[in-house]
């Protein structure tokens, strides 16, 4: 049953990407994509607090130009691209690299097509302005929904929290499971998930699901979907997903 999730999602988000491509008149033309990891500095630039993960250096944004347009995409993939649209296109989203690459560029695309906006990260005190929009988010569009928070992200989770609401948040950073942090139990997100997802109203989970391929898990459970973040920019805006990331920056 994952495993057709799985195809649906990445089946819909690349036929709509290819018609999109199409529609823009980019996919045979010679496009030239370079996809370069951020250093934090350039990424967050000045914050408060230090518990982001980006600070922690171990995932980092890959950020794609794409006429003009950039796109990020949140991954522990390492690594640069440079090429063209449909070689893009082509990638057969087999590994983190490729889908993190894959989304970057959908981002850039999605962007200067005027499908989306708001696809760089926000930086010094965007990430705080950004949690305390979160709790009034959520109750002007659920009330005062049980949240599945998909990704720990720290501001988000502490200003979630502290409005009472019920959440539960999980994650797959081993340095974070199992640990109470700013008053935030966090669970292992590849435990249980049917049970978390039984029990919510909302799920509320960073884009790079899409990158390390467990939207499978979320994509389709008949529970809101949200994104929160830069990374689902494009994949929200092609696909009709929910998205919630006040402080980007176009």
Do not use: W
Request: glycine share 8%; with cysteine.
């Amino acid at each position: 049953m994952l495993e057709n999730r799985r195809k649906n999602f990445f089946e819909e988000l690349k036929r709509e990407f290819i018609h999109l491509a199409d529609a823009l008149g980019l996919k045979e033309a010679k496009v030239e994509v370079k996809a370069s990891p951020l250093k934090p500095e350039d990424a967050i630039g000045a914050v408060k607090r230090q518990d982001y993960v980006l600070l922690k250096g171990k995932e980092k944004l890959l950020e794609a130009t794409v006429m003009g347009c950039r796109g990020q995409a949140f991954t522990s993939a390492q690594g640069d691209f440079k090429g063209t649209l449909e070689e893009v296109l082509s990638f057969d989203l087999e590994n983190d690299f490729q889908r993190a690459v894959y989304v970057a560029v959908l981002n850039a695309i999605a962007l200067y097509a005027g499908k989306t906006e708001k696809t760089v990260h926000c930086r010094n005190e965007g990430p705080e302005l950004c949690a305390q929009k979160a709790a009034d988010y959520f109750k002007g569009k659920y009330g005062n929904p049980r949240i599945l928070m998909v990704g720990y992200q720290p501001a988000l989770a502490e200003a979630l929290n502290n409005a009472g609401f019920s959440l539960t948040v999980l994650d797959l950073d081993s340095d974070n499971i199992g640990k109470n942090k700013n008053g935030v139990l966090i669970q292992n997100g590849r435990e249980n998930l049917s049970e978390h997802i039984a029990s919510c109203d909302v799920i509320f989970a960073t884009g790079s699901t899409i990158c390390n391929a467990t939207i499978d898990n979320f994509y389709n459970t008949g529970k809101p979907l949200v994104f929160f973040g830069t990374t689902g920019a494009g994949a929200a805006a092609l696909l009709g997903i929910e998205r919630f990331c006040p402080e980007s920056m176009a």
